[in-house]
């Protein structure tokens, strides 16, 4: 199968890639460094020209609402377009567990942009599949690295049930794999829920340990405005599908799932 990842070079497409070039597709990594930029369709009818199925795994770091909508509205709808016109047979979203949720999304301006891509995604023409996931374990380092202020992180305590994001790749090679035949839509989170505040701490003690005893970032839970009128939004629902790695199994074993 001929499988296109835009956003290929990113921190979930390069786990995807790999899973699938092991399962033994044929896999085009799609981004700008590679000539392709879905925001403003350069280079996408050549990526996509013969692929079967396409995997957006595209990310755009801002809180900026209006940013976020536009970027990911229109890229996915660059990429149905395009996609509709190459004749492919299967689109897959990698996306978040309540994004559409106005409670949440509200609040929080990358969700409302997940939203708007999501939203572009089911109103394909082409069988379309999002795969939804929680927080990734991997968000916990990533905030102890951005929010460092010299000896201090300052991190939200946020209340999630993250997930490895190999897990979240493995769910989305498995989509691939069904074809057409994919669900219109498929949630992942991890075992259990947990604050991330305390989950950075962990990972900051862990980097000291794993870099020959160094000092860590002491790392400081702030409430994020707005939480508690969400009412537990971060969280999946009761039925939703989970992995069984726990954070500190994660962590153990090099940050692998």
Known sequence: MRVIVLGGSGNMGKRV???LRDSGHEVVVASRSSGVDAYTGFGLAVALRGADTVVDCLNMMSVNANACIDFYDTTAKNIIRTAEQERVK???CVSIIN???PEVNRRMGYYRGKAAQEARYQNA???TTIVRSTQWFELAETLVEQMRFGPVAVVPRMHCQPV???AVARLVVSTVDSG???PAGVDLAGPEPRNMAHLARLVSRNNAVSRNGGPHARVIGVPV?????MNGGLL???SVLTDPTTFEQWLANGRKA
């Open 17 to 19: 890639v790999g899973l």
């Open 90 to 92: 299967h689109l897959v």
């Open 99 to 101: 994004a559409r949720k």
């Open 125 to 127: 023409k082409i069988p």
């Open 164 to 166: 490895a994001a190999d």
């Open 180 to 182: 057409k035949d994919a």
């Open 225 to 229: 405005p707005g939480m508690k009128a």
């Open 236 to 238: 999946p629902s009761t």
